[in-house]
C-alpha cells in the first residue's frame, strides 16, 4: 500500500472522523452562534472576518465529506487531503490573530465577553484540528469505511434561509442532558438550546451521566456516540435497560453517518440520530418532535395510571362486599353464581341499647360510633379469615367455612364471637352486643344488577338469626347443631329450650368460655 494513501475500514474510520469532525463542528458552531445570536455593537467591525471564518470552516467541512466518501477500494489521497485542510486552517488561524490583535488594541475590548469566549473557542478548536491533520498519516495503515447519510446541505440558499427563519420555532421545551466527552462541542449544543429556552445540564461522561439521570428527571438525552470508557452506544443499552429511566428518549450525536452505527442505535432505543456538524434548524425539529412524542406518551402514561387507579378503587369496592374469589369470577363474565356448602357457622350480632343511645347523641355521634365498632368488628374477621356477609342497621352477619372451606368453621367463628364481645366492653360501656351462632348447610350467592350483594340462605342462617334474637346482652347463644361440634373445646351453660316461629321447640346453649 502505498504510503500517502488510506484504504477504507471501519474501526479507523469512526475513530478517524469522529476526531476530526469534533473540533470542525465546534468552529463552525461558534463562529455561525456569533453571526445569528450575539447582538452587541463590540463586535460589529470583525462581522466581515466572522463571515470569512464561518466559510472556510464550511470549506473544511466539505473537504472532509468529500475526502471521505470513498467505498472500499477506492483511496484516499492523504497528501493533497492534508495540504488543502491545512492551508484553510491556517487561513482561519490568521483571520482569528487578526481579530485579537485589533481587540487587542483597542480600549473598549472586554476579553471575557461573549464574544471573545465564542473567538478563543475557535480558535482552541482550530488548533485542535491542525494538530490531527499535521499527524494524519499514524491513521495510513488502516483502513476506512464510510455510508454517506444525505443532509440539509442539498438544499437551496433560499430553501435554507426559509428553514433558518424557523429556528426560533420552539413548540416544546424540557429538561434536557447533553452526554459528550468534547468540553467545546458540549458547551455549543448548551449555548444553541439555553436560548431556546430548555432546561440544559452537561455530563461529560457515562459516570456522570447515570447519576444525573438517577439524580433528576430529563425530557430528552443528547447522547455523543464516542466517548472514553464506556462508548455512547453502551451507555445508551443502559439507559434503555433501566426501569427508572428507559422512557427517557435518546438522540444520538455523532460525527459517523455510517448506516451500521445508526440502525445499531435505532435497534437500541434511541429515537434519533444527527450527524456533525450539527445543524440548528435540523436539531431544533427534531428536538420539538422527541418532545412532542415524549409529551403524548406521558399523557398515555397518566391516562393508563388514573384508568388502574379508578379499576383498583372499582376493585376495592367489589371486594368489601363479597369474597375475592366471587368478585373473580363476576369479572370474568359469569352470571348466575350460586353455591352449596355444607359446613359452615353463620353468626349475627346485634348491638343493644343502640336506639335509645342514638336518641341522646347528635347523627354524626351515632355514625362514628357505630363505625368504630364496626371497623374494629372487620379487623376480627381478618384475623380469622372469616367472611363478612353485611351489615343492616346495627347488626353484623360473618361466615366462616364460604367461599373457602375450613374444617374449623365453628371454632373460628366461636373465638371470632368472644373478641367481638371483648371489643364493645372495651369501645363503649353504655352499649351490649347480643351474638347467635348456627352451623350447617347453606346456599351462598350474587343478587342484585346494578347494585350486587354477596349473600347466604337456608336454615342456617335462619336459626343463627333466631339465636341472636332469642339471645341475652354480651352472651353468645348458640344452636345445637354449633353445640354439637365444639362441646369438647369450649363450657357452655346447661341446654335451654326455646320456641322457634316456624321451627317448634329447639334446644339452644349460651357459651361461657373456652376449656
Known amino acids: 500500500m502505498s504510503s500517502n494513501k488510506i484504504n477504507s475500514s471501519n474501526f479507523l474510520y469512526k475513530k478517524f ?17 456569533i453571526i445569528e445570536d450575539i447582538e452587541s455593537d463590540d463586535y460589529i467591525i470583525h462581522i466581515t472576518d466572522i463571515n470569512s471564518i464561518f466559510k472556510i470552516c464550511k470549506m473544511i467541512n466539505d473537504k472532509i465529506e468529500l475526502s471521505f466518501k470513498n467505498i472500499d477500494d477506492e483511496l484516499v489521497d492523504i497528501d493533497i487531503f492534508q495540504f488543502e485542510v491545512r492551508s484553510n486552517l491556517c487561513s482561519v488561524i490568521g483571520l482569528i490573530e487578526m481579530i485579537l490583535d485589533k481587540r487587542n488594541n483597542s480600549s473598549d475590548s472586554n476579553d471575557d465577553d461573549e464574544f471573545s469566549n465564542c473567538i478563543s473557542n475557535i480558535y482552541k478548536s482550530c488548533k485542535t484540528l491542525l494538530e490531527i491533520i499535521e499527524n494524519i498519516k499514524i491513521y495510513i495503515k488502516e483502513s476506512l469505511k464510510k455510508n454517506k447519510i444525505n443532509t440539509l446541505d442539498s438544499l437551496s440558499n433560499d430553501q435554507y434561509k426559509s428553514f433558518k427563519n424557523k429556528i426560533n420555532t420552539v413548540k416544546y421545551t424540557g429538561k434536557i442532558l447533553i452526554i459528550d466527552d468534547d468540553v467545546l462541542n458540549a458547551e455549543l449544543m448548551f449555548k444553541i ?30 447522547l455523543d456516540i464516542i466517548m472514553p470508557d464506556i462508548n455512547g452506544i453502551e451507555l445508551l443499552q443502559m439507559i434503555k435497560k433501566n426501569n427508572h429511566y428507559f422512557d427517557v428518549p435518546v438522540i444520538m450525536l455523532s460525527a459517523l453517518d455510517d448506516l ?5 442505535c435505532i435497534n437500541l432505543g434511541a429515537d434519533d440520530y444527527i450527524t456533525k456538524p450539527i445543524d440548528k434548524i435540523l436539531l431544533n425539529a427534531r428536538i420539538n418532535s422527541c418532545l412532542e412524542k415524549k409529551e403524548y406518551r406521558d399523557k398515555e402514561k397518566d391516562y393508563l395510571k388514573r384508568i388502574k387507579q379508578e379499576e383498583k378503587k372499582s376493585n376495592d369496592l367489589l371486594l368489601n362486599i ?7 369470577r363476576l369479572k370474568a363474565g359469569e352470571i348466575n353464581i350460586a353455591d ?15 336506639t335509645s343511645f342514638s336518641s341522646n347523641v347528635s347523627p354524626k355521634v351515632i355514625v362514628e360510633e357505630l363505625n368504630n365498632i364496626f371497623s374494629v368488628f372487620d379487623d376480627l374477621v381478618d384475623k380469622y ?3 363478612k356477609i353485611k351489615t343492616i342497621g346495627d347488626n353484623y352477619m360473618i361466615a366462616s367455612g364460604i367461599p373457602y372451606k375450613n374444617r374449623l368453621h365453628a371454632e373460628t367463628i366461636i373465638d371470632l364471637a368472644l373478641e367481638m364481645n371483648e371489643a364493645v366492653e372495651n369501645i363503649n360501656k353504655d352499649l351490649g352486643i347480643k351474638i347467635g351462632i348456627s ?8 343478587i342484585g344488577k346494578r347494585k350486587f350483594i354477596y349473600d347466604l340462605w337456608g336454615d342456617t342462617v335462619n336459626i343463627a338469626s333466631r339465636m341472636e334474637k332469642y339471645g341475652e346482652n354480651h352472651k353468645i347463644h348458640v344452636s345445637s347443631d354449633t353445640y354439637n361440634i365444639v362441646k369438647n373445646k369450649y ?25
Open 17 to 33: 472522523k469522529h476526531d476530526l469532525k469534533n473540533p470542525i463542528n465546534a468552529m463552525i458552531g461558534y463562529s455561525e452562534y
Open 260 to 264: 451500521e452505527s445508526i440502525v445499531d
Open 322 to 328: 363479597m369474597p375475592e374469589s366471587i368478585a373473580e
Open 385 to 387: 379469615n372469616a367472611e
Open 193 to 222: 438550546l439555553d436560548k431556546l429556552d430548555h432546561e440544559v445540564t452537561m455530563s461529560h461522561n457515562a459516570d456522570d451521566a447515570l447519576n444525573a439521570i438517577s439524580s433528576k428527571h430529563y425530557d430528552l438525552i443528547l
Open 439 to 446: 352451623s350447617g348447610e347453606v346456599v351462598a350467592g350474587v
Open 491 to 515: 363450657n357452655f351453660s346447661d341446654k335451654n329450650v326455646i320456641d322457634v316461629k316456624g321451627k317448634g321447640e329447639m334446644e339452644t346453649f349460651f357459651l361461657k368460655d373456652k376449656k
Open 340 to 354: 352449596r356448602f355444607e359446613n359452615v357457622s353463620v353468626l349475627f350480632a346485634d348491638i343493644t341499647d343502640f
